[in-house]
């Protein structure tokens, strides 16, 4: 039962980071091709972070790199 859990968690900060940075693009391509033209359904904030990608940077803190 554990492993199971271990594995949601998993695939769940895979599906964070990939939508995280590749969501908005992934999501308005689709919509474009679908429509037959181009359409922006989903608008990109300047800056975002996966939580994999705040946990690297609270590690790179604590380490002091």
Known sequence: MLR???YVVF?????D???THW???I???AA???MGRDVTLVE???HRE???DKAVKEVKKLIGV
């Open 44 to 46: 990109e904030p300047p």
């Open 17 to 19: 980071h990939i939508y």
């Open 27 to 29: 999501v308005n391509r």
């Open 11 to 15: 695939i769940f900060l895979i599906v």
């Open 23 to 25: 969501g908005p693009e």
């Open 4 to 6: 199971y859990i271990i």
């Open 32 to 34: 474009s091709t679908f």
């Open 50 to 52: 996966s939580i994999i």
